[in-house]
């Protein structure tokens, strides 16, 4: 993404670089649930895990591969997608989060609170 010399923020983001970071970001969550998968598995062993907790590490399993199959199908996705304008504004609002909202559109962090939405990231 380039940047307009006439404002100094980065380009307008596209459709096709909307997709790709929400694939980046879809492979991170995933990447975030392998590892509380491991750290998880590795406190509660198999042989001391009843039913519930068993069941509760396959629905870890199961977000875990959703997300990277999410992140693979928005790469073939963002590939195919034309360089058009996407519409930023209503993007930021449905995400709501500033600081995803600015990893989503390629911009700068716009700041940690949004007046808009009334959510703060913690994190």
């Known amino acids: 993404m380039s940047t307009d010399p ?3 923020r980065g380009a307008k983001p596209t459709l096709r670089s909307v997709a790709d970071h929400i694939s980046a970001e879809c ?4 990447e975030g649930l392998s590892h509380l998968q491991y750290l998880t598995g590795a406190i509660t062993s198999a ?3 009843d039913t519930e907790t068993t069941v509760a590490l ?3 399993d199961r977000l875990t591969q959703t997300a990277m199959a999410a992140a693979r ?4 996705l963002a590939s ?4 058009e304008a996407a519409d930023e504004p209503a993007l930021r609002d449905a995400i709501g ?6 990893r ?8 940690l609170h949004s007046v808009d939405h009334g959510k703060t990231d913690f994190f």
């Open 27 to 30: 492979a991170g969550i995933g």
């Open 47 to 49: 042989s001391t895990a």
């Open 104 to 111: 989503v559109l390629g911009t700068r962090p716009q700041s």
């Open 58 to 60: 396959q629905e870890l």
């Open 80 to 83: 195919r997608l034309p360089d």
């Open 6 to 8: 006439a404002t100094g």
């Open 73 to 76: 199908a928005l790469t073939v």
């Open 97 to 102: 989060l500033p600081s995803v909202a600015d």
